[in-house]
Structure formats: structure tokens, C-alpha cells
């Protein structure tokens, strides 16, 4: 029974590695402090809200928005996605910056929200982001 149970649990990480998405990343010839100035603009442009950004470690992390679904601020169900993006310098005037995309299904009764991560492998969210810093730049 035990042999079973861990190569069943052997599928299922393997099954979680296939589907794992890598960050969409692209290195702009700029310095680290021009890079963060413009993605704090193009996040604002695009309507994204900034939760939390620390330049000592080189992150930003966007309020989640809504991809579907209702929201009554005591009620909410539908999904949800929110953006990382982590500004990395790569040398003289060059700086990398990686997107990652959580996306979520949220339900909230009462103030208190229920959150289960959803897979995908759909990359435009991100790729987007960084065409709008790219012509920004």
C-alpha cells in the first residue's frame, strides 16, 4: 500500500512539474533606476495597483484584479490574477525583468476570502507587460 501511495505521489509531482510556467523575462539596456521608474508608470497606464514594492531586493507585486466573476465587497466569487515582477540589474545599463502571473480562484463571505491557485500556461498578461515597458523605454 505504501509503495503505491508514494509512486502516486510520484505522478502527481511529476504531473505539477510538466505544467509549472517559467517567468517571461527580457533584459532592456537601461539602468536599474530607469527600469523601476517606467514599470511603476506602464503598471499605473495599464491600471494595475501596486501592493507591495521593495527596490532593496528588486520586486513589485500588483494588487490581484479581476479576471471574471462578481464582486460585492462582502461577496465575491469568480478568478482572479495578480503580477510579480522582479527587476534584477545585469550589468552596466542593463536591467532584467521577469513577469510572473498567479492566477486564482477567490471566493469571499464576509470580509473573508477563500483563494485556490489555478493552473495555466497562457503567458499574453505577461508578455504584454513587458511590451508596453519595452516601448515605454
Do not use: C
Not at 505522478?11 to 539596456?29: C, M, N, R
Not at 501596486?50 to 513589485?60: F, L
Request: charged share 25%; hydrophobic share 40%.
Amino acid at each position: 500500500m505504501s509503495r503505491v501511495l508514494g509512486a502516486l505521489a510520484l505522478v502527481l509531482s511529476l504531473v505539477t512539474i510538466t505544467f509549472a510556467v517559467e517567468p517571461v523575462s527580457e533584459t532592456f539596456g537601461v539602468p536599474l533606476e530607469k527600469a523601476w521608474s517606467v514599470t511603476e508608470a506602464v503598471l499605473k497606464q495599464l491600471g494595475w495597483d501596486v501592493e507591495k514594492a521593495d527596490r532593496s531586493i528588486g520586486w513589485i507585486t500588483t494588487d490581484s484584479r479581476r479576471v471574471e466573476g462578481e464582486d460585492y465587497g462582502v461577496y465575491a466569487k469568480g478568478t482572479r490574477h495578480r503580477l510579480v515582477i522582479h527587476l534584477k540589474a545585469a550589468g552596466t545599463n542593463r536591467t532584467t525583468l521577469s513577469v510572473e502571473r498567479t492566477v486564482f480562484k477567490r471566493e469571499r463571505i464576509l470580509w473573508m476570502d477563500n483563494d485556490e491557485p489555478i493552473q495555466t500556461t497562457d503567458q499574453s498578461v505577461e508578455k504584454s507587460l513587458l511590451a508596453a515597458i519595452r516601448k515605454s523605454l
